[in-house]
């Protein structure tokens, strides 16, 4: 009777959490990546002091350049893949199947070049234009893009991980 009831051994609440919500991780990271890249966007609360100033402020700085026109669409284009991005990591969660990890890893792929691209135009208005200096606003907004898409880049790595490379779409009939 002893030798059975330690055969049995509850496993500690992370290692029972993993077991059988491992697909899930790639989900988490996207809501956390698309949790950045979203959220904290300008706002302001009427009729309180809570605001926060950070992508469309500093866009707005770089007046009318053709880096204003380039930053606004990167900033868009960042946004609407990260909404995408969810879903897809929404359904991943559910079906593993290796189209939305490539379709996850593609969307993966473009975020980082755009936030690459967005990070770079910052640095290329300051060194082609004396009165622009990046300063706390702009720092804030692409930090806060370099963090979003390091969670989405961890998240695609774990999808690789738990891909059903075996998946076959059922026909409802």
Known sequence: MENAEQEYKILPWHKR???????KIPMIFTAFGTFF??????FEVQGTSIKL?????AIRKFLNTPYNNMS?????????????????????SKKRSPFGLILMTFLTAVQIILVGLYTSIFFLEQATRTDYVIDSVARFSYTVFIIGAIFFLIGTIFAWFYVDWKYVKEIDE
């Open 17 to 23: 959490w993993y077991s059988f919500n491992k697909q």
């Open 37 to 42: 890249f979203t959220a904290l966007i300008d």
């Open 53 to 57: 100033v950070s992508h469309i402020a």
């Open 72 to 92: 606004a669409f990167y900033l868009f284009a960042i946004y609407l893949i990260g909404v995408v991005q969810l879903f897809n990591s929404f359904s991943f």
